[in-house]
């Protein structure tokens, strides 16, 4: 399915508690596999998941700077862990704790797609981590991205973390 082009509003859906939004992607992030608790929190059908891009739930308050980061630590065969927040299909939002590793093939070598896994993050760190993707987000505004790495990078550093502590201290 194309993007849709979806109206952001201004309502939260909440992930149920120990449950686990789980999807597969191929090498450019299309949706190979996408689990009934992602179906149902995401509002869109397994049809329409699969063969999507997974930038479909994408929501427009986040920085690429953070999609960067996602793909250049999974590309380089990396665990990536972050806080993202998606947009339903019918505009409102939900935040979630994700984890996304490579698959590899038999032989360990080669790295086939991706799978990420995806829980309720605590509301206290949402409220620090939206903060601080706001304001990378201005300063991509400015100066694009590379002007948001700069800008997420001198936060960091501020915090004496890269963003793989960070996340787990807050
Ligand atoms: C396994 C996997 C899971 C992903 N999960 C999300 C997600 O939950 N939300 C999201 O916005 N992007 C997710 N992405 C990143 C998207 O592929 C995409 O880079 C991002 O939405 C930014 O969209 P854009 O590249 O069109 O700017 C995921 C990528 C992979 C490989």
């Known amino acids: 399915m194309r993007k849709p082009h979806i109206k952001p509003i201004d309502k939260e859906v909440e992930i149920p508690d120990k449950k686990f939004l789980v999807s597969k992607t191929d090498l450019r992030g299309i949706i190979k596999y ?17 063969g999507s891009n997974h930038n479909i739930v994408r929501h427009p308050d986040m920085p690429r700077t953070v999609f960067k980061l996602l793909w250049d630590t999974i590309q380089s065969g990396k665990e990536f862990w972050g806080y993202v927040k998606n947009l339903a299909k019918d505009g409102s939002y939900y935040w979630v704790f994700a984890h996304v590793t490579p698959s590899y093939d038999t032989t360990g070598a080669n790295i086939i797609g991706y799978h990420s896994d995806r829980r ?3 509301k206290d760190a949402v409220e620090k981590i939206s903060q601080i993707y706001a304001e990378v987000k201005k300063a991509e505004e400015r100066g694009g991205l590379e002007a948001g790495v700069k800008k997420f990078n001198e936060i960091l550093e501020m915090e004496g973390k890269d963003y793989a502590e960070f996340v787990f201290s807050i």
Do not use: C, D, M, Q
Not at 34 to 50: D, H, K, M, P, R
């Open 34 to 50: 996408a689990n009934t608790a992602f179906i149902e929190v995401s509002g869109y059908t397994e049809e329409e998941l699969v």
């Open 120 to 122: 309720k993050p605590r």
